[in-house]
C-alpha cells in the first residue's frame, strides 16, 4: 500500500497521502444550517486524510435539500466553519469546502413554500425527500430564466468568498449527484434551448462560468470539480455519459484546477460504462477516483497512473482512522445506514479508532 501514502501535489497546496474523505452530506447542522461543536469533533477526527473534502453546502439562502445541511451564506455560518477549520489545521489536516445548489432536489416545504429551481421543470421520480411533515414527493421545479443564471454563478462567487473568509484551504464545485449544475451537465434534464442546452458546450456552460468565477477569487489552484456522469441518483441520466464524460476533461484543462473528482459509477445500476479510461486520456491534471474501491484496487489504480488519489466515503465515515487502518491491514468498522442523517453523535462521533485518544 506505499502509493497511497506518498505525498501529492494539488494545485497549490501538497497533501500528505493520497487517501481522501469525499464529501459525504450528514445532516448535522442546526437549522438555520450553522455548523457546530459536533461537526467540528466529526472533522477533527478523519483529520489524517490526505484531504478532506466537506459536506456539500449550500451557496444560497433558500435551497435547501436535507433540511438541516450547512451553510456558507450567513456570518454565523462563516464563523461556525471558522471554528471548524481552525481545528482541523490544529490537527494537521487539509480541508476543502463543497459549494452546492440542490437545484430541484430542494423542496418548498424546506424553503418557506419556494418551490425548487432547475433547468428544465422535469421533477425526481422514484424517491422522496424528508421534510418536518415526514417523507414527501419531489415537485415539478420552476424553470430558470437565462436572466437569472447570472445570479446562480454570483451566488457561488459570495460563497467561494465566505469559504476563504472560513479559513478553508479551498473549494470543491459539485457537479455531481443530480443537482443543479449536474442538472445542466445531463441532456436527461436539461431541455432546455438557447445558450445554456443542447450542446455539451451549453450544457456545460453554467458549470464552466461558476468555475471561472470561482478561481478570480481563489486562483483555479485551489479550486475542485466533482462529476457523476453515469450515477442515476437523483433519477439523472445521460444519453451519452462517455461522450460528456471525454469533452468535460479536455475543457476543463483550460483552468489548471486542483483535480478532478470523479463519480465512476451510478449507485443504482440504471448506467454501465468506463468513464475514468477517456477522463484519464483527455484530462492532464490530477484526476482522483470514488465509488466502491478498495484500498488494493486504489494503490494499484494510483500505482498504474489510472488516478492520483481516491475519495473514500463511507468508509471514512465508520473509519475516522481510516489511513492507519489500511497501513495497518486493519479490519474496518462496518458503516450504519441507519444513522447516516440522523441527529447526534450516534453513527456520526461514535465509530470507534484502532487506538483511541
Not at 230 to 257: C, K, Q, V
Not at 331 to 336: G, S, T
Request: proline letters at 7%.
Amino acid at each position: 500500500m506505499t502509493t497511497l501514502f506518498t505525498p501529492l501535489k494539488l494545485g497549490a497546496i501538497t497533501v500528505p497521502n493520497r487517501i481522501f474523505m469525499a464529501p459525504l452530506t450528514r445532516c448535522r447542522a442546526d437549522a438555520e444550517h450553522i455548523p457546530n461543536a459536533l461537526m467540528a469533533e466529526y472533522y477533527v477526527q478523519r483529520a489524517s486524510a490526505g484531504l478532506i473534502i466537506a459536506e456539500a453546502t449550500m451557496v444560497i439562502e433558500g435551497n435547501s435539500a436535507f433540511w438541516m445541511e450547512p451553510g456558507i451564506y450567513s456570518p454565523d455560518q462563516i464563523t461556525g466553519w471558522k471554528r471548524i477549520t481552525d481545528a482541523v489545521h490544529a490537527a494537521d489536516g487539509k480541508i476543502f469546502l463543497q459549494l452546492w445548489h440542490g437545484g430541484r432536489a430542494c423542496h418548498p416545504l424546506l424553503n418557506q413554500g419556494v418551490l425548487p429551481v432547475a433547468p428544465s421543470p422535469i421533477a425526481i421520480t422514484g424517491d422522496e425527500v424528508l421534510t418536518p411533515d415526514g417523507k414527501k414527493p419531489y415537485v415539478i421545479p420552476q424553470e430558470l430564466r437565462d436572466d437569472e443564471l447570472p445570479g446562480i454563478v454570483a451566488g457561488f462567487k459570495k460563497a467561494a468568498e465566505n469559504a476563504k473568509a472560513a479559513g478553508f484551504d479551498g473549494i470543491e464545485v459539485h457537479g455531481a449527484n443530480g443537482y443543479l449544475l449536474d442538472e445542466f451537465l445531463r441532456d436527461g434534464t436539461n431541455k432546455r434551448p438557447g445558450p445554456y442546452g443542447g450542446s455539451l458546450e451549453n450544457r456545460a456552460r453554467l458549470t464552466l462560468e461558476v468555475l471561472e468565477a470561482i478561481s478570480l477569487v481563489w486562483g483555479s489552484e485551489r479550486v475542485g470539480l466533482r462529476i457523476s456522469p453515469l450515477n442515476s441518483y437523483n433519477s439523472m441520466i445521460d444519453s451519452d455519459p462517455i461522450g460528456l464524460s471525454t469533452w468535460l476533461a479536455g475543457r476543463l484543462n483550460e483552468f489548471h484546477l486542483a483535480y478532478l473528482h470523479v463519480i465512476r459509477g451510478d449507485l443504482f445500476q440504471q448506467q454501465s460504462g468506463d468513464i475514468m479510461t477517456p477522463i484519464r486520456k483527455h484530462y492532464r491534471g490530477v484526476l482522483i477516483g470514488n465509488m466502491d474501491y478498495t484500498a488494493e484496487e486504489a494503490n494499484k489504480d494510483i500505482t498504474e497512473g489510472k488516478i492520483d488519489a481516491i475519495a473514500f466515503g463511507t468508509s471514512f465515515l465508520a473509519n475516522p482512522d481510516l489511513p492507519a487502518r489500511i497501513k495497518a491491514s486493519a479490519a474496518l468498522n462496518q458503516p450504519n445506514p441507519a444513522t447516516f442523517y440522523t441527529p447526534g453523535s450516534k453513527g456520526y462521533t461514535d465509530y470507534p479508532a484502532l487506538n483511541p485518544l
